[in-house]
């Protein structure tokens, strides 16, 4: 496994992570304890040390498995990163409390839930502009810094946002994360130059656009209603899985398996921190950890 820092946090991590919302129940499958805990040990014999994951990953329930898995094990090992700015209600159902009254609350929530004393990256959730721009919740955040709850601040961004990734440092903001893969490239202009700029650490999500790019899907296919993929326009997944077919076809060198070079793709621009793929298993977890060895 490689490692890059994570911009001025000081902080070294993996260039792959394992991203939660899975551990949700809102992508086709309910986990249990021992799931998870399989999931996470087979990321650890890796060298994976990122977690990402957030509160409305289920009510609480992704950071709750990942809680009880590092209480069983040793906590330093791993930088754990969550957000907020959501409330869960059911499936696929949330609403937005970017408060800073309620992130508070939220945050304590998370702690509980992680059974952690500390959260090494706390990212605002893809909220919108005029709720970023709110200097009390900063104000807020930077004391529950202070007092050692958090470490870092990052902030999650929607794919429409420039000003997010303009305005970080005004809120002590230190990461970003973004949309980012072979077939959604919009992350190049929008975000990176200032991520160089402001030397911001960049977590890239959706690297295997949703498991489109891993080869296992082709145009026609559609997803169970119990995947969040089932929201997915009909014609627009078919466009993309024919786009996926030109660049298995025409991009990915003959024998290599697709997902590692999707993600080997995302690193490749070095303004890339690190990948945060889902994982439904142990194996998953493996495939995505060797694509470190297509990286230069």
Known sequence: ??????????????????????????????????????????????????????????????????????RRRNREEWIVATKFGHFFHAFLSRTDAFQADRV?????????ALKTDFIDLYQFHSGPDEAFHNDRLWTVLEKEKQAGKIRFLGCSLNKSTLIQAEDAPLYGV???????????????????????KHHLGVLARVPL?????TGKYHPGHRFEANDVRFRMDDKVLDQQ?????????????????????????CLRDRRVT?????????????RNAGAARLIA
Not at 25 to 47: F, M, P, R, S
Not at 242 to 249: G, H, K, N, P, S
Not at 256 to 263: E, F, H, N, Y
């Open 1 to 70: 496994m490689k490692t890059r820092n994570l911009g001025k946090t000081g902080l070294s991590v993996s260039v792959i992570g394992v991203g939660t919302w899975q551990f949700g129940g809102e992508w086709g499958k309910d986990y249990n304890q021992a799931e998870v805990d399989a999931i996470l040990d087979t990321a650890h014999e890796c060298g994976i040390n990122l977690i990402d994951t957030a509160e409305c990953y289920g009510d609480h329930l992704s950071e709750r498995m990942i809680g009880d898995y590092l």
């Open 241 to 265: 899985l024919t786009e996926v077919e030109a660049v298995l076809a025409e991009e990915i060198p003959q024998g290599m398996d697709p997902a590692q070079w999707a993600i080997a793709w």
């Open 209 to 213: 656009a949703s498991g489109l790019l």
């Open 174 to 196: 230190e990461v970003i994360q973004v949309l980012y893969n072979r077939l959604d490239r919009t992350a190049e202009e929008m975000h990176f130059p200032a991520a160089e």
């Open 274 to 286: 690190a990948v945060i793929p889902g994982c439904k298993d142990p194996d998953q977890v493996m």
């Open 104 to 112: 508070r609350h939220q945050l304590d929530a998370s702690l509980k």
